[in-house]
């Protein structure tokens, strides 16, 4: 006799197969996945399309599948963490050393400006200084030269422009000597104060 070939017993891999054009993703945290997979069951609960338990079951998983998660990073200075230059170096080979030539002719460039920049600003502060000193010794010359003639009308006013220079300008710098440094450092620092706190909460208000 023949045997008769019974009913095939169902595959169970059939079901658990994945289909081969699912994007594959890089592994994610735990938290940050049952995020995802929380996201997603929620978006499906709220539409309006009406599937059987299995099919919504596959369609969840597969769209928490899809999802892709993108990181930004950044950096502040000249030159990218090690990290970095190194995907710069495996992307081009060269590319990392280029990038730290290319930050310290920056900094090279910059320090020369800022010491250029630096012997001007003393160069104009004792040019001034010299001038100064040169228009008030005329001055002096001319209202001594008037009060020698017996004009002490024109002697007077040539004396009292630079006596108040003179008398101003130091005030001035004694002022700016008293200053302590504590108090230099809180003009400086960028940092908001009480009042600029509660002037930002009023205007969020």
Avoid: C
């Amino acid at each position: 006799m023949e045997a008769v070939a019974g009913p095939s017993e169902p595959d169970p891999r059939r079901d658990t197969a994945q289909p081969d054009n699912l994007p594959e993703v890089e592994e994610v945290d735990p938290e940050a996945s049952e995020l995802i997979k929380a996201s997603v069951a929620d978006a499906l609960g709220r539409s309006n399309v009406n599937l059987p338990t299995r099919q919504k079951e596959k369609l969840e998983a597969e769209l928490t599948r899809s999802v892709t998660m993108s990181v930004q990073a950044s950096f502040s200075g000249p030159i990218p963490p090690p990290g970095m230059l190194h995907h710069y170096e495996s992307v081009l080979p060269g590319l990392g050393r280029d990038i730290v030539e290319m930050a310290k002719k920056e900094q090279e460039h910059r320090h020369s400006w800022e010491q250029k920049a630096l012997i001007n600003d003393v160069f104009m502060q004792s040019g001034a200084l010299i001038l100064g000193w040169i228009l008030a010794a005329a001055a002096f010359a001319i209202s001594a030269f008037f009060f020698y003639h017996k004009e002490y009308y024109g002697g007077g006013v040539f004396m009292t422009v630079p006596v108040f220079v003179l008398i101003r300008t130091i005030i001035t710098a004694g002022k700016k000597d008293k200053v302590p440094p504590a108090a230099k450092q809180r003009r400086t620092s960028s940092a908001p104060n009480r009042s600029q706190r509660r002037a930002a909460q009023r205007g969020q208000k």
